[in-house]
């Protein structure tokens, strides 16, 4: 080689033979030369390792978590909800208007079903109430005048004045007069509300994918006029009762009304959207959202006014109410196929498969080396095949057996 | 080998040997044989599937998809709403706390176009509405007294009384008197309802990259009094008309006004945090958001009331109002540079570039064997080259061509 | 070879030959050929390189990021909040159902420190407002009657009229009479409204992890009626006076409470769902959401008004309420370990750790090849071993160094 050369080459020629044999080396193919170790029970093990590589790919990841899809979360949504029913206290009929705050049917609203009425207060002075701290008093000297107890109903005069009822006495604020806990009257109006009727229409949009559906279904001869929920039979009737929600969130109604507290209706809309869009629909729960093992913080009420003028004079009628709030909550996530997530986990599986030939190469080196394991390299077969013959080059269908399973070491050692 | 080896090892001296040699070979660089095919076709295959691939990667996974960022959906969100402009009905002017519910300036608001008035509402017995089932009645006997209907308007007494207007009678109830099918009268106050401007302001936060922004911008002049949004020359400038709104939405003013419904305003911040602030833009889009397809549950509406007391006694004027709820919805995704994403991604392309040797390997097993392949082992050739010379190595910058590419399979089996 | 075969075999023959060869084929095992380089420099910066890499994926992928575990954004949740205080303007004491609005005790609020009152609204025509443009006149035929400013009070009548106060003249309108401009009052009443105090009950829900969580903890002896919230000891009582929320969102109280503006209070639930639960806590933070440096837009402020009948006529007092809003954001994100993101992940830092080989292959072929360098070909050897001895077939624990370790590229060159 090279003998002939009669001077060594100059810088330039140097380097346009390193471009030119580079470009040319650019052009070639590499590929790993590899052994092919014939051994069945080795083939056996390699190949069921393989298996349950794949079988858990195409199970668990394709199938089960449905990997090939581009995904996306929390749809917009939009939730209009109109209450029906009327029920009664012991004295009065109460409607829709009245029970249902605040009445703009949004997504959270609360239904009352129970109040404690003030009625008549006005800008005065009377009696703390009681459960003030340091609100009950002996004489003048024990209230202290513009003091003012953020938990209290008013700025103390400094006077000490008899309690609405009992004999007891309370420093005297300057408040909204009488307050509440010396001249409150409970109503309960949560009689008939199990009956109630919340219709909760609910469209959802999938910004990504373009997708939209709705939980209202339109049927001939007046159908959501008269239907209810079910899960089942009309899962695109939103008509709840009041009672079956209670109920499905696992609460005692009776209690529920007394305490007040908050029911989430959750809707869910997981859609596969690479099957049609009758295969998207919603999935209803029920749930108690406030914290009703803690004593302290337990229930949901609220207070609210009614002002008045008599006379030039401003009153209004005080109202805490303790209700039902209902949170209608909607949530989701919609999958569609898309080449990138299915990609990188078919690129994963593949780089899982190999895996198996990790084992397999353990076994390999461990145990294998004591019996006599036939093999021969494939890649050079295939280029030493014109050598003998001019069959198509794969081992198998171009040589005898012996040719491509080697019964002894000796002879792989040849190649 | 070993054959003056005069007594076998110990089995301390033999792990110890063990050890050893494991601590030598793990310091071993192991590094696959491989073949190089010297074929100027399979080298192009090659290349090209490899170019496909690699084009996929840059120009889809990275540049469409943007795949080598982190990302944050659902920024937080704060919406505050103004709305301005006064109407007229027939008989009266209508300013901004009249017609908008609730008036706290949410990103959930009314606007209310129409209104049925049902004034003079007192508890009392009346004529229920004919539209309640079963409330025609030719005699007492007809009304059972103590029913209550749920979509009635209150208790029945056990009366039948004639009707509001005509000559047909119905059960008397106990409710809030007269009922509303009975005394309501329209206003229609929506004629100057789509000069209203609304001021959408809404600031996000993405937590994860600390990226907060609004969609209002100072500019000098009192320019934000009196702007309009267009989405070209006034982004900035979240003033909308209410008709601007509806007409995006493509939908009829005059009927939706009658008829209420739920207008949806999307504000999108997908933003690309590896470009600067200036480039992460609000996107504004309108949409009907309830069914209006489905004549049962179209339109939107609500009802409310103003409690007055005349004389001791409580009177209320109840109105159903029809209006155009706007919900304002944000939503949005950032994306920024971060390392896992690419490193994942790069992985996958570079794993995905190997698909191109096994479609050539398959090429090579089938096509090829026919053909003359040149090929050289590229490593032991490395390894080889100090014995002939003393060139750098690799095989084209130290051998002439014949050296490197073998003419004839003997050859390369001589290797 | 097939030197004895009499005859070719027919086209049957030789599918089922080809067939039954393949079936062999697939139970065959393929392994890399590799070539072994013992320099142990060049081991040294193998093993370096992918220490480094597998250090980055173990700290930083799976420490820093916990990118083992599958994910969920956006829990659903559930706010309840309740203020409780009292406050005082010049004249009057405000409660809770004063100054609170809306009352329903939601997760977006408004506590008003400010208000500016118009009592005696009646409708009527009284003077414009001298801010609305225009509105300013001298005489009856600079005012066009009929004429209706989206931005003023009311439509023109079309003559002018003297001003509430001052000299100058307005152009008359039917409106709400007297229009805000002309006789509002202000009254300032967030003097004592820093130790409002607030409790935001929260509960959180993971449906893809099925884990929920509230932020309020029960202790005894009446823990919740007198504490207050403390980032580090009282983390579960969620009770928060306004001005702490205010200091904390580094707002000044006293600007604040003139201007109106929006404060969100945001609690995080970033849960490791692999720990137990009480590892899994709220964060809270604070952040004026506004914004303040746009001083056209900046504050908050809505208006209501009272109805009120006197002697048959609809009187109203309007008011035009500045506030703290709080909107109370809850976002999140739980972890658990998840198969698939693990395997995924693994995958890739085993393909990255090949990346390592890229490294050493560049500098075998750059560098190494004027030293000597010491290899053997693994596989071959192990083959190799039976011809040899009996030895347990890895090439340190059966053979001398020296047919391991070959001292010459001449040795190697044998192999």
């Given at each position: 080689m090279a003998a002939a050369e009669p001077k060594p080459p100059t810088g330039a020629a140097a380097a346009r033979r390193l471009a030119r044999s580079c470009w040319s080396a650019f052009w070639d193919y590499e590929t790993p030369k590899v052994i092919v170790v014939k051994n069945r029970r080795l083939g056996i093990v390699y190949r069921a390792v393989q298996l349950l590589i794949l079988l858990y790919f195409v199970w668990y990841?394709?199938?089960?978590?449905?990997?090939y899809q581009d995904s996306e979360t929390g749809p917009e949504s939009s939730v209009i909800t109109k209450v029906k029913g009327i029920t009664l206290s012991e004295h009065k009929v109460w409607d829709v208007e009245e029970y249902?705050?605040?009445?703009?049917?949004?997504s959270v609203f609360s239904i009352i079903t129970r109040i404690e009425v003030t009625p008549f207060q006005t800008l005065g002075t009377c009696a703390e109430s009681m459960?003030?701290?340091?609100?009950?008093?002996?004489?003048?000297?024990?209230c202290v005048a513009g003091q003012l107890d953020m938990l209290g109903n008013g700025l103390r005069t400094g006077r000490c004045v008899p309690y609405y009822h009992g004999s007891s006495k309370t420093c005297e604020v300057s408040a909204w007069c009488p307050v509440e806990d010396g001249a409150s009257v409970s109503q309960f109006l949560g009689t008939m509300a199990p009956n109630f009727t919340i219709l909760i229409k609910n469209s959802i949009h999938y910004p990504k994918f373009q997708f939209s559906k709705g939980n209202i279904e339109n049927r001939k001869g007046g159908y959501l006029k008269h239907c209810t929920f079910h899960e089942?039979?009309?899962?695109?009737?939103p008509i709840f009762k009041l009672g079956y929600i209670v109920e499905q969130a696992e609460e005692n109604f009776t209690e529920l009304a007394h305490t007040g507290g908050v029911i989430g209706v959750i809707i869910n809309w997981d859609c596969d959207l690479d099957l049609s869009a009758s295969e998207c629909n919603p999935k209803y729960s029920f749930r108690r959202?406030?914290?009703?093992?803690?004593p302290a913080s337990s229930g949901y009420n609220f207070r609210f006014a009614k002002y008045y003028k008599i006379n030039g004079s401003i009153t209004r009628t005080l109202i805490k109410a303790y209700g039902i709030r209902i949170d209608v909550i909607v949530h989701g996530q919609a999958g569609k196929f898309s080449l990138i997530p299915t990609i990188i986990n078919l690129a994963t599986a593949l780089t899982s498969i190999g895996v198996g030939s990790f084992l397999c190469d353990w076994i390999l080196l461990t145990f294998m080396n004591k019996n006599k394991v036939y093999s021969h390299k494939k890649f050079d077969k295939m280029v030493d095949a014109p050598e003998r013959g001019?069959?198509?080059?794969i081992c198998a269908s171009e040589s005898s057996q012996q040719d491509c399973v080697l019964t002894d070491a000796r002879g792989l050692a040849q190649l």
């Open positions: 990841v394709f199938i089960v978590q449905k990997s249902v705050k605040p009445p703009e049917g949004g459960r003030v701290s340091n609100a009950t008093c002996d004489s003048d000297e024990d089942v039979s009309d899962l695109y009737c959202l406030d914290p009703k093992h803690i001019a069959g198509p080059g």
